[in-house]
């Protein structure tokens, strides 16, 4: 029979009798051009799986086949050879086995010790009551005023900020809820809020956008740090999977304040269990709710991280979010951002067209001028010319596109 046939009746690949008759494993005869496989090919491919089976390997079997072949062994002679080399392969395998479990039993410990750690050093996060005065009714924005029902280390886990015009907000789990949320954040299952996507995410995305992003994390990462971050207040819109904050959580100081915000309440949850994980505590503020309404008061915010969070938005709204925010910035603020700019819109471009001026680089400039910004340092990246998919996370970069990022520190001054 011909390799094909050969390999298919034995479940191996063409390859892989290729490689047993490199090894001189398997002898077929050649006849004009091609190699036949007789009875004896089979009975060999047939040992060797079998003793591929008992755990030989194929150099352990190489020496087998050459005592066979050389040997030419009389049946006593043979029988005695392979009990003895049984005996032998067992006795590696008993070896093998003791190892495995003494690893297997460290493992154990390790994960145990590892469970013991985290529960040890778990911290709880929620609404400091020293937070209360940033909050200010998203509507009228007058003051709230607490209704506590769990008060947990100087923090609400469960209770509410209630506003004399009748709003309510939610405060669940240590983190603050819009009313129109609410109710979805009850009905989620905790498997959405435990799972971790990172590891699909590297498995899926293109490598070198993925070094891109890195650089854009780690260049917002310097720039934050070199701020003056005691008694700040910071927030983040479109704060998502927390990559950015997971770069400096454990370089906030003390006094300061980070709002993260997202319109998703499993990535919130998500996020702030990692953090809760971490045996840090810092003052992060989880707020659950739309852009641009945020119950916090007006000129309050010092720094504004944009991780992507205005491009995120902008795929669905026409306005340009940071102007949408402005009336909670302090009128002197640091902004540091990170945009989505197309340098060409290709034919399946997945930004609708009213909402296309937003990821112009002069549009984004030019809005960011007209709140009184002064651009103190930019910088673009390559542009990546998209020939095929980047990834199910990253379906705006579709083939035809050609985008790069824009990264910026921009301040006003008084």
Known sequence: MKISEFSNKYGVSNDTVRYYMKLNLIMPQKKGGHYHFDKECEKEIEEILRLKDMGFSLQEIKKIFYFKRIGKLTSYQRNNYYQNLYKEKISEIDDEIDKLSNA???????????????????????????????????????????????????QVIEGSLNCSCGVILKIKDGILYSNNITDIADKLNDKEMESEHIGDYIKTTDPEFMDESYQSLEWLKKQLLQEELKDK?????????????????????????????????????????????????????????????????????????????????????????????????????????????YNKFGFNNIVEKPFRKNFMYREVKNNLISQGFEIVIEHKSETQKIKESMGKYEDFAQPGDEIYSYQVKAQRWS
Do not use: H, W
């Not at 297997?104 to 390790?110: A, D, F, S, T, V």
């Not at 994960?111 to 909050?135: A, P």
């Open 104 to 154: 297997k039993i460290e493992l154990e410990e390790k994960i145990e010790n590892l469970q013991e750690t985290n529960n040890q050093n778990r911290v709880t996060m929620g609404i400091g009551l020293d937070s209360l005065s940033l909050f200010a009714c998203p509507e009228c924005k007058s003051d709230l005023s607490l209704s506590a029902e769990n008060v947990k280390e100087n």
């Open 233 to 341: 207040v910071i927030i983040e819109p479109g704060s998502g999977y927390g990559y950015f904050l997971r770069q400096v959580y454990d370089q906030l100081p003390d006094s300061s304040y980070y709002i993260c915000i997202d319109n998703k309440p499993s990535l919130n949850k998500y996020l702030k269990s990692i953090l809760e994980m971490s045996g840090k505590k810092a003052n992060i503020i989880f707020i659950t709710t739309d852009l641009p309404e945020l119950p916090i008061k007006d000129d309050l915010l010092d720094i504004m991280i944009d991780f992507t969070g205005t491009s995120v938005y902008c795929f669905e709204n026409e306005a340009f979010l940071p102007k949408q925010l402005d009336r909670f910035l302090k009128e002197e603020v640091t902004m540091l951002a990170t945009f989505i700019i």
